[in-house]
């Protein structure tokens, strides 16, 4: 599911004091899970590669389908996340090897015909990816009274304020940065799940010249989905959900489910990334939750189409710089 995406909403996670990633054994079968457990009620954890805090979970959902979640404790210090760029397209799993990265998920939107990204991408504090150099968007008349919107969509940004510590936050493209704070790096997408879901405020669903509505990522049907998401108390995610795509009798989860199933986990922040055939997720995990200097793990598509679906850009996870 490749095509635009926009909205606004601001979250700052700010690195407080550390806290430990600790697995807890639990009964959850379902998206439904009750605060103030969240995530922590979740069995069975697998530690990502090479050091602690960082855990993968695979689980069924109430329709049947499966969900990939990776938790990430923003507070330890070891960890950074950030998008990384393809040159053309390639898959997700080719993209984290390469970057060097312990976990990742496919990121934003992009022309499946030319591979040119539809999202605004920054890398190392340059601007690497423009949707208004997309003639796909510009070009396509059915777009133009909605162009704005689509360019001003939610991303998620990695930053360092005034103090050098690290900030994740999710904004609108045009919110403005802070004055002392730098930005890294950014991935725009969206729409932006929570604390709502704002597909028809950023034009995902429309109603276009002709009078007919538009559903650009089919937000009111079951498909597989792509999120990022944040707890008040410090922790990010990162979730895939299969669709049949990816996993036989996996029907995926409409754009509203999937806010829920984040909100149940505990975020008060999240938003979409690309999904249906992009979604994927990459994992490497560790049999020992600390690095004990094993050869790393090669890793592997734990949620994918087969052959795997190229893509234009991922958000991952790897060992922050020491």
Known sequence: MKLLKYPSLILVVAAMAVASLAPVESKLSGPKVAPPWGWRELSSPHYIWPCGGAIYYSFPLSNGSRAHLVVVNLKSGKWQIRPALAASTAPTSEIALKEGASAAVNGGFFNLSDGVSASYVVL???????????????????LAPFLETIFNRSEVRFLLDQNGKPICQIASHTAPVARGWKLLSSLQSGPRLLPQCTDREEAFLRREADGKDADSIGAKK?????????????????LSVSGNGQENGSTGLTLAALADLLRNLGCSQAINLDGGASTTMFVRLSPVNCDQGLTPPPGSAVCARSPETRVKSILLIQPAAK
């Open 124 to 142: 190392d504090g340059k601007e690497v990816g423009n949707p208004r150099t997309n003639q796909a968007l510009t070009a396509n008349p059915r």
């Open 222 to 238: 079951e498909a597989a989905r792509t999120a990022f998401g944040i707890t008040a108390d410090g922790y990010a995610m990162l």
